[in-house]
C-alpha cells in the first residue's frame, strides 16, 4: 500500500531542499489519479498549516495539443498560494524555482463565490468580475519533467508562480489580440521556453 502522506512530504520537501524527486509513477505501482489529487490535497493542507493562503485555482491541459502530449483526455487543477504572486514591475528571481517555464494565460478574477457541484457556464460567467492577461510560471519537482497526469496532478498540476498584469491592462483589445496570439499557437510553436538563469 501506498503511504500518500510520505509521497505528499518528499514532493513538499523539494521545495526546501532544491532537489527534483524522479516520477512518482515510476516508484510507486498502481498510483491512480485519485491517490494524486489526494497527494495534492496533504500538500495544501500542510501548507495552510505553515501560514500559507489561497488565492486561486489553476486549470491546466485544457488545449488539445498538451493532452495529446500526455495522452490524457481532461485537463488537471492545481491551488496558488499567496507565496506565489510575482510582480508584474520588476524582475523576478528564478532561484526560487526549480524548473521553470512561463506560458501565457487569462486570469479570471471572481466578483463572487463559486460552490459546486452543479455549475453551469451561466453561473461561472455570471461571477467573474473581469479577466487580466497574465503569465503563468510553471515548475516541476519532478525530475526532468518526465511527467504523467498522474505526477503533475499529486504535484499541484506544476504550480510555480503567477504574474498578473495591472487592473488597468484589463480586457483591453490589444491584450486579447496579444493572449489570442500566443494561446492559438501550434503544439511545436508552444512549447513553453525555459526560464534563464
Not at 109 to 134: E, I
Amino acid at each position: 500500500m501506498i503511504d500518500l502522506d510520505v509521497v505528499a512530504g518528499d514532493l513538499l520537501d523539494a521545495y526546501d531542499t532544491g532537489k527534483t524527486v524522479e516520477p512518482l509513477t515510476s516508484r510507486f505501482d498502481g498510483l491512480s489519479l485519485d491517490d494524486a489529487y489526494e497527494i495534492q490535497t496533504i500538500q495544501t493542507r500542510r501548507r495552510i498549516a505553515q501560514g500559507a493562503r489561497i488565492v486561486g485555482f489553476k486549470v491546466g491541459l485544457t488545449s488539445a495539443p498538451m493532452q495529446q502530449q500526455l495522452g490524457i483526455d481532461q485537463p488537471d487543477y492545481g491551488v496558488l498560494f499567496d507565496g506565489m504572486t510575482c510582480p508584474a514591475d520588476a524582475p523576478i528571481r528564478i532561484d526560487r524555482f526549480l524548473q521553470p517555464r512561463a506560458e501565457p494565460e487569462v486570469a479570471l478574477v471572481l466578483g463572487q463565490q463559486l460552490v459546486g457541484p452543479g455549475l453551469s457556464v451561466a453561473d461561472v460567467v455570471g461571477a467573474v468580475r473581469y479577466a487580466l492577461p497574465a503569465i503563468e510560471i510553471i515548475d516541476s519537482r519532478i525530475t526532468d519533467w518526465r511527467i504523467t497526469l498522474v505526477d503533475t496532478v499529486a504535484d499541484n498540476a506544476s504550480s510555480g508562480g503567477f504574474v498578473l498584469a495591472p487592473p488597468r491592462c484589463r480586457c483591453t483589445g490589444s491584450t486579447w489580440r496579444w493572449w489570442a496570439a500566443c494561446s492559438g499557437t501550434t503544439e511545436r510553436s508552444c512549447r513553453p521556453a525555459r526560464a534563464r538563469r
